[in-house]
């Protein structure tokens, strides 16, 4: 899929959820059919991998997402929420590595993505902690989403100096939360799409039940194409997941980005 002629990927983050049963699954599908259908009969080319977040992986489960999901799935890959702090212990790198090699195998991984918390603050130390991080997995672009405070040019500019993607967040529009700024530091782009519940209003207090209508999604994907022309590629995650709602937007916005280039 293109838009303004740049590969995009569009999907959600994770694709097994509780509430998806019933709503986006039908209820006679076994959890290993989930990801063929969510990318065969949803019709969505990238997904991002989180549970890696909360646990290293293991060959056996991540053999099953590689067997599950098709040629046409596209995969990030969240890391280890210990890798994010202070000290790298280098031995649970290699175990993580180990764990997710079935799926890097298929040649089908985009990036890794690093979530930082939202204490996270922007410092000459943090940087050279991201640095180091990303160094440890250098195998593929490396992106990480940053607490607001981040996004001011000087920081974008550290970042892009070194090779760092920044992920672009929509959230609810206020002053405690990453402001909506579209860039490529890493020469691609990665958006993920939280929803603008105006009931979310500090950082740790997520409120994800929120469905896009058509006039933000046409804004997003206006700021998209500020940055296509510099980016090899773009990810587009939908984090709105409560309720499905995420999966139906995002395949409403792919049908959007195919509209798109058809009219080149």
């Known amino acids: 899929m293109l838009l303004d002629g740049t590969p995009i990927y569009i999907g959600t983050s994770g694709y097994k959820h509780d509430d998806w049963v019933g709503t986006l699954y ?18 969505l080319n990238f997904v991002e991998i989180t549970y890696p977040f909360y646990a290293i992986p ?17 995969y990030s890959v969240r890391l280890f929420k210990d890798f994010l702090k202070e000290r790298l212990d280098r031995a649970k790198v290699r175990e993580f590595k180990e764990g997710i090699k079935p ?3 298929t040649g089908r ?14 410092s000459k130390e943090n940087l050279e902690r991201i640095l180091r991080l990303r160094d440890s997995f250098s195998e593929l672009p490396f992106f990480a989403e940053l607490p607001r405070g981040w996004h001011r040019e000087k920081q974008i500019d550290d970042l892009r100096n070194n090779a760092i993607g920044l992920v ?29 519940n105006k009931k979310w209003v500090l950082p740790a207090k997520k409120v994800l039940d929120y469905s896009y209508v058509k006039p933000e999604l046409q804004e997003i994907k206006d700021g998209i194409s500020t940055v296509t022309a510099v980016s090899k590629e773009v990810f587009v995650s939908f984090c709105n997941v409560a ?7 995002a395949k409403y916005f792919a049908r959007m980005a195919e509209e798109s280039d058809e009219s080149l």
Request: with cysteine.
């Open 168 to 196: 672009v967040a929509d959230m609810p529009r206020n002053s405690n939360l990453p402001p909506f700024i579209p860039c490529a530091p890493n020469q691609r782009a990665y958006f993920r799409l939280y929803g603008r």
């Open 58 to 74: 293991t060959v056996e489960t991540t053999e099953r997402i590689a067997e599950n999901g098709g040629d046409s799935l596209h």
């Open 103 to 105: 799926l890097l195998d």
């Open 26 to 43: 039908p209820q006679h599908l076994k959890n290993e059919q989930f990801l063929d259908y969510y990318a065969n009969s949803f019709g």
């Open 109 to 122: 991984v985009k990036c890794w993505l690093a979530d930082f918390h939202h204490t996270f603050k922007p």
């Open 243 to 249: 309720k499905a709602q995420g999966a139906f937007n």
